[in-house]
């Protein structure tokens, strides 16, 4: 594999039962450190599709899926959720939060579960609330947190471990335009100061266009636009 790639598909297709064509259809993608791309696509295009089999969470029927110089395809669900960990962050189009714990438990998880010191990744969570407005909200549960603040708070926990690549399903839906346009900001500040790779799904197509690239997916097919 190209090692400038940091993930790739090859020929990628997905089909689920009830549908008469497949949703993607021998899809090939890469995408390189540093880069952004935006995904738009009508409601049942197979946007989401995509970015999960992309983040190892379903497998493709056919095809091949690289990150990094794993091939996905061929490991056990273990060494993907340890790839995921160490290499992803991965936004919900609808955010997961943990239920029982707070908002800052949650955005400083996915960094225990890395190991290192518990106060330095305390304090990492906060600076990040603090960034993106939320550090009075940090001990709210989050039935306790609005619909906006819950994806916040869940885009804090996808970036607070600085992963190599970000895959973002509409993260900014709920969001005014001044805090979705902070998010967007906060993402390309990734993008060059640590070489993030950032794939997301977006209906707003001033937003997309802050991004290097913007593709569209149609039947089964992804198009540059
Ligand atoms: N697990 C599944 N089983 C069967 N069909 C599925 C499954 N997941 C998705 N689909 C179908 O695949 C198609 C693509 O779904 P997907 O969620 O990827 O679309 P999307 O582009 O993200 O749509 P939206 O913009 O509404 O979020 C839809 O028709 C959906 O019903
Ligand atoms: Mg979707």
């Not at 890395?114 to 304090?123: A, D, T």
């Given at each position: 594999?190209?090692?400038?790639?940091?993930?790739?598909?090859?020929?990628?297709?997905?089909?689920?039962?009830?549908?008469?064509?497949?949703?993607?259809?021998?899809?090939?993608?890469?995408?390189?450190?540093?880069?952004?791309?935006?995904?738009?696509?009508?409601?049942?295009?197979?946007?989401?599709?995509?970015?999960?089999?992309?983040?190892?969470?379903?497998?493709?029927?056919?095809?091949?899926?690289?990150?990094?110089?794993?091939?996905?395809?061929?490991?056990?669900?273990?060494?993907?959720?340890?790839?995921?960990?160490?290499?992803?962050?991965?936004?919900?189009?609808?955010?997961?939060?943990?239920?029982?714990?707070?908002?800052?438990?949650?955005?400083?998880?996915?960094?225990?579960?890395?190991?290192?010191?518990?106060?330095?990744?305390?304090?990492?969570?906060?600076?990040?609330?603090?960034?993106?407005?939320?550090?009075?909200?940090?001990?709210?549960?989050?039935?306790?947190l609005s619909g906006g603040e819950r994806q916040r708070i869940a885009i804090a926990r996808a970036i607070v471990?600085?992963?190599?690549?970000?895959?973002?399903?509409?993260?900014?839906?709920?969001?005014?335009?001044?805090?979705?346009?902070?998010?967007?900001?906060?993402?390309?500040?990734?993008?060059?100061?640590?070489?993030?790779?950032?794939i997301l799904v977006t209906h707003d197509s001033k937003l997309a266009k802050k991004m290097t690239k913007i593709?569209?997916?149609?039947?089964?097919?992804?198009?540059?636009?």
């Amino acid at each position: 594999m190209n090692k400038s790639f940091l993930l790739k598909l090859t020929d990628v297709t997905k089909t689920f039962d009830g549908l008469d064509q497949p949703i993607l259809d021998k899809v090939n993608f890469s995408i390189s450190p540093g880069e952004s791309i935006a995904i738009t696509g009508v409601s049942g295009s197979g946007k989401s599709t995509l970015l999960h089999l992309m983040a190892g969470l379903e497998k493709p029927d056919h095809g091949k899926i690289e990150i990094k110089n794993y091939s996905i395809d061929t490991l056990s669900q273990n060494q993907i959720a340890s790839i995921r960990n160490n290499h992803y962050g991965f936004i919900y189009q609808f955010h997961h939060l943990l239920p029982d714990f707070s908002a800052i438990e949650n955005v400083v998880m996915p960094l225990l579960i890395r190991g290192g010191s518990q106060s330095n990744h305390i304090n990492q969570a906060i600076k990040l609330l603090k960034t993106l407005g939320l550090e009075n909200r940090a001990n709210h549960m989050p039935h306790e947190l609005s619909g906006g603040e819950r994806q916040r708070i869940a885009i804090a926990r996808a970036i607070v471990t600085k992963p190599d690549i970000i895959l973002a399903d509409e993260p900014t839906g709920n969001l005014d335009y001044k805090n979705a346009e902070l998010i967007f900001d906060l993402f390309l500040e990734m993008t060059t100061e640590i070489k993030t790779a950032i794939i997301l799904v977006t209906h707003d197509s001033k937003l997309a266009k802050k991004m290097t690239k913007i593709y569209r997916l149609a039947e089964g097919k992804i198009h540059t636009k």
